[in-house]
Nanobody, 123 residues
Framework: QVQLVESGGGSVQAGGSLRLSCSASGRTFSSYAMGWFRQAPGKEREFVAGITWSGGITWYSDSVKGRFAASRDNAKKTVYLEMSALKPEDTAVYYC????????????????WGQGTQVTVSS
């Protein structure tokens, strides 16, 4: 069992930066791939970024590639999402998720989810 808690969301102007954190409980955190997803009002949840259990491989949606970076510290049981050059269209609730997979962009393949943190980018 893994419990996830996101933090670091907030309001920022376009072009700014934020760092999201996702803290996990449970002894097996280091064995899970981690994903970041987001959901904007009136839209479906979408994949943003992912990172393998070791942190050796990351993958991103085309909309954030080059602007966002995922990383993890297994000793601290924490995964991060560094977001830069933020755009108003990045406004959404951001969720982290853990999955017993190698990598995936599909939300249905992740087993555990956090409660989400709001990111608002103003123009």
């Amino acid at each position: 069992q893994v419990q996830l808690v996101e933090s670091g969301g907030g309001s920022v102007q376009a072009g700014g930066s934020l760092r999201l954190s996702c803290s996990a409980s449970g002894r097996t955190f280091s064995s899970y791939a981690m994903g970041w997803f987001r959901q904007a009002p009136g839209k479906e949840r979408e994949f943003v970024a992912g990172i393998t259990w070791s942190g050796g491989i990351t993958w991103y949606s085309d909309s954030v590639k080059g602007r966002f970076a995922a990383s993890r510290d297994n000793a601290k049981k924490t995964v991060y999402l560094e977001m830069s050059a933020l755009k108003p269209e990045d406004t959404a609730v951001y969720y982290c998720a853990a999955g017993s997979i190698y990598w995936s962009t599909e939300g249905g393949t992740y087993d555990y989810w956090g409660q989400g943190t709001q990111v608002t980018v103003s123009s």
